[in-house]
């Protein structure tokens, strides 16, 4: 009724004010040498570019330009047409070349953060890693063509791995040397990781931190990432009917307190923009404020070549919205920014900046998520608060630059539908904390802190939640945690001191189609808070098999808790193509798989 509501609205007001029509294409030429095909806007597909791209790896970006990659440009053609056309190739780095500073205003590299705060980062930015990203839209097949912009081979196609494993791509060559992906038309997209094997770094870990020499191998990723986000045309029900009365559109640049306006549509044009003012008004202070929309604003609008520097707040009591294919990034911002306290990076649960946030809900209202990406958060990247009546709706919604140790996925609420998204996270990946919710086609690259799925932090009752088709493609945890579990599915103790288990709740969930591709954690590391019923866990495959190094990473841990239940029900596990069964499960034999003696005969492995 909410959502009919909001729509009304919309309809009714755009009688009164002039039609506004997102821009069909993206006229935005190359400003850099190279191949001079420019970007394409048609039915079949659609790229676009940024003329103030900066290659730059190692210091912040200037406000108003977009950190480019510094390694690859790529092409987008109709299949086997073989004209190409230029995809923008956005980068990200870890810490956004500010180093490690403790406030938003701190020179780039002074160093002021306190060195007892762990930001989850340590030899990446020494060591060159970055994470590239193109994004296009597009409805037939294509091919997407992948230079290395400094000339340099990228090797043959043989070279080439594209993760997810699990679904596999045509690659060829080029006569110019590029690497050359057909892409099929889907209806859902395509979301994956293009990875040469000239170009992989191996992570070691002394069992406490990473080392480069010694150790023991615990994960293997690109040091120069790359991601396509091949995504389908936005439905038209997620393109808000804009009219002059009911939509403040956004001017690319400086984004100064109160530019949002007050109208139920906020729509940002491409180009880039940037939070401008501190609270108080003073202006060039970036990474020192974030929008906080009015209450009648309840949709946020980003057209394919938005590339916006900030974070949204929302207080309106309707259903809300974010959509479109641009880009939401918080590389201005401190790591943990405190916005109750002048952004700096001090940790609150309660006020540390969300990229999405919602502080004043009304109940029984849904939030949809089509299309954005979001760039390297400072910490969690979405939380809505004040009324436990809340949903979302999420696809095609992908995160990238997620290097900072606090930086998991978005909440996912009650009856929540989550599905064909891809997120880089540090932090919990899924955060099953709520019945009834839905997750598909999801892929996970994983840095280490926290596990794929988290369920734990306090005693839940949870039922009817169905995750299936996951794929994780990386993972690199440094140490053997069961409080953050280096694992698959975990369920870390409780978050706050005094409380006990409760035996009266239960957690019932089904797992299903997952793949974890390299060097794999774990399957399960639960610290049981309440019962665990009717527990399904079916068609994985570690490819790759379990690590079983010194650290232990590679074990399953479920300890004993008494008075509740472990209703655990694992099928069709394979380890390096070997199924795991009742015969080899043991934490010294193929599954690696320790659990309490007292749960004997209320679990199964077949």
């Not at 109750?340 to 609150?348: H, L, Q």
Request: glycine share 10%.
């Amino acid at each position: 009724m909410l959502k009919l509501l909001a729509l009304v609205l919309a309809i009714s007001e755009s009688a009164i004010g002039a039609v506004v029509h997102p821009p069909r294409c993206d006229s935005h030429p190359r400003n850099y040498k190279g191949t001079t095909n420019n970007t394409h806007c048609g039915t079949d597909f659609r790229t676009w570019w940024h003329n103030s791209g900066e290659i730059n790896t190692q210091t912040p970006v200037q406000p108003g330009n977009v950190r480019q990659s510094h390694k690859y440009s790529v092409q987008v053609s109709l299949a086997g047409a073989n004209t190409f056309y230029d995809s923008f190739v956005y980068e990200s780095i870890p810490r956004n070349g500010n180093g490690r500073i403790y406030a938003p205003t701190d020179l780039p590299g002074s160093n002021t953060l306190d060195p007892g705060v762990d930001d989850g980062i340590s030899i990446e930015p020494g060591i060159g890693l970055n994470m590239a990203w193109s994004q296009f839209e597009y409805s037939q097949d294509v091919d997407i063509k992948i230079l290395a912009i400094d000339g340099s081979s990228l090797g043959s196609p043989s070279d080439v791995v594209i993760r997810p494993v699990s679904i596999s791509y045509a690659i060829s060559q080029s006569s110019d040397g590029g690497i050359v992906i057909r892409i099929p038309a889907d209806a859902n997209g395509r979301k994956f990781s293009v990875e040469f094997k000239n170009d992989l770094y191996t992570f070691l870990s002394d069992g406490n931190e990473y080392v480069t020499s010694g150790g023991t191998a615990v994960g293997v990723e690109p040091t120069n990432a790359l991601v396509i986000f091949a995504s389908p045309f936005l439905p038209s029900g997620m393109i808000p009917h804009m009219t002059t009365y009911n939509t403040q559109t956004m001017t690319p640049g400086p984004i100064n307190n109160g530019d949002w306006g007050s109208k139920p549509i906020l729509y940002f044009p491409p180009g880039v923009y940037w939070m401008n003012q501190d609270q108080s008004g003073n202006s060039g202070k970036l990474g020192s404020n974030h929008m906080r929309l009015n209450s009648n604003t309840y949709w946020v609008y980003f057209a394919p070549g938005a590339y916006v520097k900030g974070a949204i707040e929302y207080f309106t009591k309707h259903n809300f919205y974010a959509t479109g294919h641009g880009v939401l990034s918080g590389e201005n911002y401190v790591y943990q920014a405190n916005a109750a306290d002048n952004y700096v990076a001090v940790k609150s649960d309660t006020t540390s900046l969300r990229m999405w946030w919602h502080n004043n809900l009304g109940g029984g209202q849904t939030w949809y998520c089509v299309g954005p990406t979001v760039n390297a958060p400072p910490f969690n990247t979405m939380d809505f608060n004040g009324n436990s009546d809340i949903s979302s709706q999420i696809n095609d919604y992908k995160q990238v630059g997620a290097f900072f140790f606090q930086t998991d996925g978005p909440e996912i609420y009650p009856n929540s539908v989550v599905h064909d998204v891809f997120w880089h996270v540090n932090d919990d990946a899924l955060k099953i904390y709520y019945s009834g919710a839905s997750v598909s086609r999801a892929t996970i690259w994983k840095c280490h802190n926290d596990p794929i799925i988290q369920m734990g932090w306090t005693s839940r009752d949870i039922s009817g939640v169905t995750i299936d088709t996951l794929n994780v493609i990386h993972t690199r945890y440094i140490k053997s945690e069961t409080v953050v579990p280096s694992a698959i599915i975990g369920a870390s103790p409780f978050y706050a001191s005094g409380m006990s288990p409760d035996s009266s709740k239960s957690i019932s969930l089904t797992v299903s189609n997952v793949v974890c591709e390299g060097l794999c954690p774990s399957l399960v590391r639960i610290t049981p808070l309440q019962n665990y019923k009717n527990v399904v866990v079916k068609n994985v495959a570690f490819p790759d098999g379990l690590q079983t190094n010194s650290i232990g990473t590679g074990e399953s841990i479920i300890p004993a808790a008494s008075g509740l239940t472990m209703g655990l029900d694992i099928s069709n596990w394979t380890v390096g193509g070997q199924q795991v069964t009742m015969q080899n499960f043991q934490s010294n034999s193929l599954g690696q798989f320790n659990i309490d003696g007292s749960y004997w005969g209320e679990w199964q492995i077949s």
